[in-house]
Nanobody, 129 residues
Framework: QVQLMESGGGSVQAGGSLSLSCTVS?????????LAWFRQAPGQEREGVAR????????YYSDSVKGRFAVSRSNGKKELYLTMKNVKPEDTAMYYC?????????????????????WGQGTQVTVTS
């Protein structure tokens, strides 16, 4: 059974940077899994902000973070990363990593929460102005 655990959240000033990590456990080879980052602010729906294919060759970014966030993965270390630069107050949210045993290539539609069946507990990111 795959389990996910996020880390790296915290408080950061607007314009600063923050990096999140997600450790995958309970499975010997995560290369079969499409991985993604979602976020959810109070009173809002969960939003898919980044997704990365099994091999790391293809990635997706929502318009709200494109050019500022970067998603990467290390299948050898069984980890997923989200590097956040030039953060804005509207980036404040609980950030979740998610996994699904399927391929999410270049032609995959934007990620939806219902696409993923394994979730971490979340890590809070707060951006102060």
């Amino acid at each position: 059974q795959v389990q996910l655990m996020e880390s790296g959240g915290g408080s950061v000033q607007a314009g600063g940077s923050l990096s999140l990590s997600c450790t995958v456990s309970g499975y010997t080879d995560i290369i079969n899994y499409c991985l993604a980052w979602f976020r959810q602010a109070p009173g809002q729906e969960r939003e898919g902000v980044a997704r990365i294919s099994r091999s790391g060759s293809w990635s997706y970014y929502s318009d709200s973070v494109k050019g500022r966030f970067a998603v990467s993965r290390s299948n050898g270390k069984k980890e997923l990363y989200l590097t956040m630069k030039n953060v804005k107050p509207e980036d404040t949210a609980m950030y979740y990593c998610a996994a699904k045993n399927y391929q999410c290539g270049a032609d995959a539609p934007p990620p939806r929460p219902s696409d993923f069946d394994v979730w971490g507990q979340g890590t809070q990111v707060t951006v102060t102005s």
